[in-house]
C-alpha cells in the first residue's frame, strides 16, 4: 500500500495505491497551510479509507521543483513516514509527475511542464516521446514566460501544468509561424497525485531498492544560493 | 516640519523611545498586504521601529531582531493575519529569499516588515512604503518615508495625522 504526497506548490495532493489499484485521491489549493493541515489530511484520508498506517509499505513524495516552503513541507513528512517503518521512499520529480499525466497523439510533439517559482517566473521543463512515455529532454530551467517563449526551437509544444493568467494571455499571444503551442485543457492539465502514485510504483517495479532509502532523498531546488 | 511630495516625510527621532512610539502608530494603521521596508545602519533604529510596529499591529510576542533566524512570524488575538519580519543583513544573494518562502508571505496578504530591504530591492512588490532610518547624532534619528503607489500614500498620509494631529 502505497502513500503518496505532494505539498510542492499550493496545492496539496495525497493519494493511496495499492497493486496497481487507485484507491483514493484527493487535492485542493491550500495556499499556505500546509504545514497545519498536511498531519490531520492524511489522517483523516487513510481513516475514510480504513487504512492503518501500519497499513502502509511505500510512501511516494514530490520532492522538488517548487516552492520551498512546500517541499520541505511535504519531503520531511514523507521521510517521517518511511524511516519511522524502514519503508521505501520513492521521490518524483514534479515536473516528472505533470508529464506522466498527460497523453500524447503525435510523438514528435513535445511537452513543456510548467510550475511557478515566484516572483513572476515559471519553472519548465521540456520532454520527448521516447519508448512511449515523455522523457526529460533537457534541465529545468527558472525564467519568465516571455524568455521561455522566446528559447523554443521550431516545433509543437503540448504546454501542461500549473499556467496562471499570465501564462495563458502570453500562449494566446505568442506568434510564431515555426512553433505551435497548445496548452491543455484546464483540469486534464494539472497534475495528481495519482499519478504521482502510479509512477512512483512503476519506478519502484523497475529500481534497485537502495534508491529508495529515505535517508537519502534530498528535495530538489532549483538555482540554490550557495 | 517638512513634508517633500506626496507620499513623502521627514522625521526626527530624539529617543528610542520616540522611535518605538512612531512605531506603533504605523503599526496600528497597517492592512493585510502591506510591506514597510527599512533601511539604515545598525543602531539607526530599524528593531527598535519593528518593535513598535509589532506592539501597534498587536502582536502577542514581543517583536524582536531576526537576524540569525531571518524572518520571525507574528500572530495577533483577534483575527488569524499574520505579520512576518525580515532581516535581510545576511543574505548574501536575492536567491537567498526565496528559501525563506518570500512568495508565499507576498501571496498570504500578512503583513511584512523587512530591515535591510536594500538586500532584497529586486524582489519587492513595486508599491511599497520605504523607510530610511538615519543616525544623525546620539539623540538624534531621522526617518524619511517614501511611499510608493497610492495605498502607500494613504498610509504616510494617515501616519502624519496620527503623529501631527493634522
Known amino acids: 500500500m502505497l502513500i503518496a504526497i505532494d505539498t510542492a506548490t ?75 517503518r524502514n519503508l521505501p521512499l520513492i521521490g518524483v520529480n514534479t515536473l516528472d509527475i505533470i508529464a506522466a499525466g498527460q497523453t500524447f497523439s503525435n510523438t514528435k510533439h513535445r511537452l513543456l511542464c510548467i510550475l511557478p517559482a515566484g516572483r513572476g517566473r515559471i519553472i519548465s521543463g521540456e520532454y520527448r516521446v521516447k519508448k512511449g512515455r515523455w522523457d526529460v529532454a533537457a534541465d529545468p530551467q527558472i525564467s519568465t514566460w516571455d524568455e521561455l517563449l522566446e528559447s523554443l526551437e521550431s516545433s509543437s509544444y503540448y504546454v501542461a501544468g500549473e499556467i496562471d493568467a499570465t501564462g495563458i494571455e502570453a500562449i494566446e499571444n505568442f506568434e510564431n509561424p515555426e512553433i505551435s503551442l497548445a496548452l491543455i485543457d484546464t483540469a486534464i492539465r494539472n497534475r495528481r497525485p495519482g499519478i504521482l502514485a502510479q509512477e512512483a510504483w512503476r519506478r519502484y517495479d523497475v529500481g534497485v531498492a537502495d534508491d529508495f532509502l529515505a535517508a537519502k532523498l534530498a528535495p530538489i531546488y532549483l538555482n540554490s544560493p550557495g | 516640519m517638512p513634508i517633500l511630495r506626496e507620499g513623502e516625510l521627514d522625521i526626527i527621532s530624539h529617543s528610542p523611545e520616540q522611535t518605538r512610539r512612531y512605531g506603533i502608530r504605523l503599526g496600528r494603521l497597517l492592512r493585510a498586504g502591506d510591506v514597510i521596508c527599512l533601511s539604515g545602519d545598525m543602531g539607526a533604529g530599524k528593531t527598535v521601529f519593528s518593535t513598535g510596529i509589532g506592539e501597534g499591529w498587536g502582536s502577542q510576542k514581543k517583536v524582536t531582531s531576526p537576524t540569525y533566524n531571518l524572518v520571525h512570524q507574528h500572530n495577533r488575538a483577534n483575527d488569524d493575519t499574520l505579520l512576518y519580519h525580515l532581516d535581510c543583513y545576511r543574505m548574501q544573494s536575492i536567491d537567498e529569499v526565496d528559501t525563506i518562502g518570500f512568495d508565499d508571505m507576498l501571496d498570504s496578504k500578512g503583513i511584512i516588515v523587512i530591515e535591510w530591504a536594500e538586500r532584497i530591492e529586486d524582489a519587492l512588490p513595486a ?28 498610509l504616510v498620509d494617515d501616519f502624519k495625522n496620527a503623529i501631527f494631529g493634522i
Open chain 1, 10 to 84: 499550493k496545492y496539496l495532493g495525497l493519494a493511496l495505491y495499492d497493486d496497481n489499484v487507485l484507491l483514493a485521491e484527493q487535492m485542493w489549493r491550500t495556499g499556505n497551510k500546509h504545514n497545519l493541515i498536511l498531519a490531520p489530511t492524511i489522517e483523516q484520508l487513510l481513516q475514510t479509507c480504513d487504512v492503518n498506517t501500519s497499513d502502509l509499505t511505500m510512501v511516494a513524495v514530490a520532492s522538488g521543483p517548487g516552492s520551498y516552503t512546500g517541499l520541505r513541507i511535504g519531503v520531511a513528512m514523507a521521510k517521517g513516514l518511511a524511516a519511522v
Open chain 2, 127 to 154: 508599491d511599497h512604503l520605504w523607510i530610511e532610518l538615519r543616525v544623525v547624532e546620539e539623540n538624534r534619528r531621522n526617518f524619511i518615508l517614501e511611499a510608493t503607489g497610492q495605498h502607500y500614500q494613504k
